[in-house]
């Protein structure tokens, strides 16, 4: 089992940056998940934002690549998402999600990204608005 808190959410003006937050707790150590970041805006799909392994390999959705960045702390079991230059279209529900995966597993890390349904685990949620 996986729990996922997100947090870090909140209004910001266009251009300005955000830092969410997803901790984990688990029965299972967390480096033998992959984590990822995804969100949904009204009237649109999921969509995969970033994603990464234990040890280090990251994805990125194409609309974030260069502005956004994915980390985690293996040690606290904490997953971060930057996001900088942020735009009104990034606006939405963001949700952190994890998939048992090996600790350098770059498949599962690209999969997460761009089939936003396949992580296992997910959080709650926490809302994005970027004003214009």
């Known amino acids: 089992w996986v729990q996922l808190v997100e947090s870090g959410g909140g209004e910001v003006q266009a251009g300005g940056s955000i830092r969410l937050t997803c901790k984990s707790s688990?029965?299972?150590?967390?480096?033998?998940?992959?984590m990822g970041w995804y969100r949904e805006a009204p009237g649109k799909e999921r969509e995969g934002v970033a994603a990464?392994?234990?040890?280090?390999?990251?994805d990125y959705g194409t609309s974030v690549k260069g502005r956004f960045t994915v980390s985690r702390d293996n040690a606290k079991n904490i997953l971060y998402l930057q996001m900088n230059s942020l735009k009104p279209e990034d606006t939405g529900m963001y949700f952190c999600a994890a998939d048992k995966c090996n600790p350098s597993d770059y498949d599962v890390v690209h999969a997460m990204v761009v089939n936003p349904n396949v992580a296992t685990y997910w959080g709650q949620g926490t809302q994005v608005t970027v004003a214009s």
């Open positions: 688990s029965g299972d150590n967390y480096i033998n998940y992959c």
């Open positions: 990464l392994d234990s040890d280090g390999s990251t």
